[in-house]
């Protein structure tokens, strides 16, 4: 982490500055397009993002480790240890783990309520003995924890220029609508884990199911029952980021460039799929690397120029008829 970063965000303590320094690295190794749209950010804020980046990310590792000395019961209690840490509070000091360490001081330095990260840890429990979810109220149950409370979270140090209780319906949105993107770019890969994130009501429709998935990844064929289903998943998805549309100009003008560069990078993977023949069962869709870097340009050139930037939400207006037809957040 550039030295300036942590100096303008107040953090001097040599302790916490390690620790803020792991959660970058992990941030820039795991997460490079969410990582990308962080350098858009003011530089006293980016420490913050990527400490609540790195406490997501060490609990999903706990989650999906693959070593198979690890039980679903010693998961669960490293879960367990990781929320009593969380709420033993920043009085731990220089005892806490890194990654804890970072998160208490960004918690308290921005007023992020510790309720949603209890209700992150109880949605990463879940994954640990849950493999489907039978209809899409169940799986936006399980996503409240896992991707909306992290739009939340975010909320507080991305700043807003609206009271945060009007944007955050928004938030939580965006925060659904990436990882509805994630589910579907992973189809495969959750498959190898022994999960199906697509509601099975959803597949069901299309007259597929679990076992074609695992059959259409067994043997490489294609089906199209699956591809009717992925594009409805698709499209609900689709739905979802313009759900999100008007919180982008309840931000901070500041945080703007950032969030609507993660939204157009992460609508991307969207098009992608669709332009690899919605072949996720079989291998993940990239965005290509020329795209990531045109958006990000954009995103600096937004920074730079505030008043020449167009309006966040010109792109992305529903169009009559496309009213968002999903349950509404928790």
Partial sequence: MNARELDVAGITDPGLRD?????????????????????????ERRAAVHALYGFARWADDIVDTVDGAATTRQRRRALDALEGELDAGPHQGAGARPVIRALLDTRAR????????????????SDLTVTSYARYADLRAYMHGSAAVIGLQMLPVLGTVVPPAEAEPHAAALGVAFQLTNFLRDVGEDLDRGRVYLPLDLLAAHGAGPELLRWSRRTGRDDPRITAALKDAEHLTRRCYRDAVPGLAMLDPRSRPCVRTAFVLYRGILDAIAADGYQVVHRRAVVPRRRRALVALDGFVSRARPRNRRAPDAPCRPRPGTALRVPVLR
């Fill in 19 to 43: 620790a803020y320094l792991r959660c970058r690295r992990l941030n820039a190794r795991h997460g490079k397009t969410y990582y990308l749209a962080t350098r858009l950010l003011p530089l």
């Fill in 110 to 125: 921005y007023g992020i309520a510790p309720s949603l990260f209890h209700d992150f840890l109880a949605s990463m429990r």
